[in-house]
Nanobody, 114 residues
């Protein structure tokens, strides 16, 4: 059974930081690219970042230099470190597995106040 469970969302002031975590079942984590998407109110879901099994990373331009995706293979967990947060980063953040995404977590809310 595939499970993706996100945690770490919350309310933070602009300029602050949050770290999201996504605990994945080992069957899906070990052999697949993991990623993060987000969906802001009234907007389409957008891709944020992804990391391959080998550790190669890619980011959407709007978060480059501020967000860092990483993975801990022993814990089968993928992280999204978010620094210098902006109000426009406010969204529900979803963890994904496989590329293109086949599996999705339930989402975690990130709210950045100005």
């Amino acid at each position: 059974q595939v499970q993706l469970v996100e945690s770490g969302g919350g309310l933070v002031q602009a300029g602050g930081s949050l770290r999201l975590a996504c605990a994945a079942s080992r069957s899906i984590f070990n052999f697949n690219t993991m990623g993060w998407y987000r969906q802001a109110p009234g907007k389409q879901r957008e891709w944020v970042a992804r990391i391959s099994t080998g550790g190669s990373t890619n980011y959407v331009d709007s978060v480059k230099g501020r967000f860092t995706i990483s993975r801990d293979n022993a814990k089968t967990t993928v992280y999204l470190q978010m620094n210098s947060l902006k109000p426009e980063d406010t969204a529900v953040y979803y963890c994904t597995a496989v590329w293109p995404p086949r599996y999705w977590g339930q989402g975690t809310q990130v709210t950045v106040s100005s």
